[in-house]
């Protein structure tokens, strides 16, 4: 930890430094000014719109983040060549791409916490306008909600670590992250495509099917960090399925920090 700390603390106050993080801040910031408009136009639907809003912000926010705040911290390193300055220090690689790893995971908890308090402000002062129009209303469920999406980005961020330890630019590295979000988020509705093909009147062959299988198991399932539907509609959520989620997200993301230091560790720097 005496290694580990300092470049997690380095690391996260060059986060906090960095300009995109204040517009990605601001952009948040008038997605909750215009949730107090946007959900006032649908009367009947107000609590569900502005609850999906408010979540959609802090996920879209989280994103952003990790993009463009998340793949620079590490890539910046190795575009100035910095990197040979830090190895030279007592530290290994693996140490390195650990300590810069938690020290991105607290940038993005930091400014998440940050942001769920103003999405449930914007939500709380919406429900103190409307307080007929949020029949079903449950702080728990969005506070879960929030909570799964500052685990799916920290997860997200394991990954675009992953990338950068064998990717010679950030802009591979970007690419990649991207890819594996869109897939991660449309994997589950693929699979039961897939799955039960009659159900829509398509022809899917044995080879399409096990390619859809393997990206299952490959890929992260980050749709089911998504609990927006849940949050907005109240539904009920079991202890299993929480417990399994997290034990989930935080094996996988150990899976994936521990493969880019491997790789980081064997990786040769011209």
């Known amino acids: 930890m005496n290694t580990l700390w300092?470049?997690?603390?380095?690391?996260?106050?060059?986060?906090?430094?960095?300009?995109?993080?204040?517009?990605?801040?601001?952009?948040?910031?008038?997605?909750?000014?215009?949730?107090?408009?946007?959900?006032?136009?649908?009367?009947?639907?107000?609590?569900?719109?502005?609850?999906?809003?408010?979540?959609?912000?802090?996920?879209?926010?989280?994103?952003?983040?990790?993009?463009?705040?998340?793949?620079?911290?590490?890539?910046?390193?190795?575009?100035?060549?910095?990197?040979?300055?830090?190895?030279?220090?007592?530290?290994?690689?693996?140490?390195?791409?650990?300590?810069?790893?938690?020290?991105?995971?607290?940038?993005?908890?930091?400014?998440?916490?940050?942001?769920?308090?103003?999405?449930?402000?914007?939500?709380?002062?919406?429900?103190?306008?409307?307080?007929n129009y949020f029949p079903r209303f449950s702080w728990p469920m969005i506070l879960l909600a929030l909570s799964f999406n500052t685990l799916s980005m920290i997860l997200l961020s394991a990954l675009a670590f992953f990338f950068a330890s064998f990717t010679s630019t950030s802009f591979i590295t970007l690419v990649l992250t991207v890819i594996v979000y869109i897939i991660g988020q449309s994997l589950s509705d693929v699979k039961a495509l897939v799955d039960a093909p009659q159900t829509v009147g398509i022809h899917v062959s044995a080879a399409t099917v096990k390619l859809v299988q393997l990206a299952y198991y490959l890929f992260p399932n980050l749709s089911v960090f998504n609990l927006k539907i849940q949050a907005a509609h109240s539904l009920f959520l079991p202890a299993s399925y929480i417990l399994w989620t997290v034990t989930y997200g935080l094996i996988y993301t150990a899976l994936a920090i521990t493969g880019a230091a491997i790789i980081f560790r064997l990786r040769e720097f011209p």
Do not use: H, W
């Not at 949730?35 to 006032?40: E, K, R, V």
């Not at 910095?82 to 690689?93: A, D, E, F, Q």
């Not at 390195?96 to 402000?121: D, E, N, P, R």
């Open 6 to 131: 300092p470049v997690a603390l380095i690391t996260f106050k060059e986060g906090i430094r960095n300009r995109a993080l204040y517009g990605i801040t601001l952009l948040a910031l008038l997605f909750f000014i215009a949730n107090f408009l946007i959900s006032g136009m649908f009367m009947q639907e107000v609590g569900k719109v502005a609850i999906d809003i408010a979540l959609s912000a802090v996920s879209l926010s989280g994103l952003l983040l990790v993009l463009f705040v998340g793949i620079n911290l590490m890539a910046k390193d190795l575009d100035k060549k910095t990197i040979y300055m830090v190895l030279s220090r007592p530290i290994s690689r693996s140490q390195y791409i650990l300590g810069k790893f938690l020290g991105m995971a607290l940038l993005i908890i930091t400014t998440m916490v940050f942001l769920s308090v103003c999405a449930a402000l914007s939500i709380q002062l919406i429900k103190m306008v409307y307080p």
